[in-house]
């Protein structure tokens, strides 16, 4: 009688390896994904100060404001210098205060004037020639 039952069969090393740096990979590419994509800031105090700003509204469930936020940092000094840029996250009470204000959801970009009046807006820009369009449109 062979002792089939009590015999285990053992995963090899390399195996065990690959399937943990694959893990950690995964892991790692989650949380890459998942950091913020540009530094603007969201302080909305600013709104009325004075000098224009361009608001996106932003949901971290959602990738879109992610992406507008990306092709904003592609704007030229020139451009970011003529205005205040701002977030305002759906997940903080200013930022769904300013939602409920301007009518906007994630990835919809609003440009106010230094009173804080709404210039114009562009709904989910898909590219930064849409953002330059509203830019040059109204400053």
């Given amino acids: ?24 990979t995964m892991v790692l590419v ?12 969201t302080d909305l105090e600013v709104i009325g ?3 224009p700003v361009l608001v996106l509204t932003r949901d971290v469930n959602f990738v879109g404001g992610g992406e507008v936020m990306e092709l904003m940092g592609h704007l030229s000094t020139e451009e970011r210098e003529q205005v205040e840029m701002r977030v305002a996250h759906l997940g903080q009470p200013k ?3 300013f939602a409920r204000q301007f009518s906007t959801r994630d990835a919809d970009l609003v440009l106010l004037d230094g009173q804080g009046e709404m ?13 330059r369009h509203l830019l040059q449109q109204h400053l």
């Fill in 1 to 24: 009688m062979s002792s089939a039952k009590g015999r285990q069969r053992r995963i090899p090393t390399a195996v065990k390896l690959g399937f943990m740096g694959l893990l950690i």
């Fill in 30 to 41: 989650v949380g890459w994904q998942n950091l913020p994509r540009g530094v603007v800031s």
């Fill in 49 to 51: 100060q004075g000098k």
């Fill in 95 to 97: 930022g769904q205060a």
């Fill in 119 to 131: 210039l114009g807006r562009v709904d989910h820009p898909e590219t930064l020639e849409h953002i």
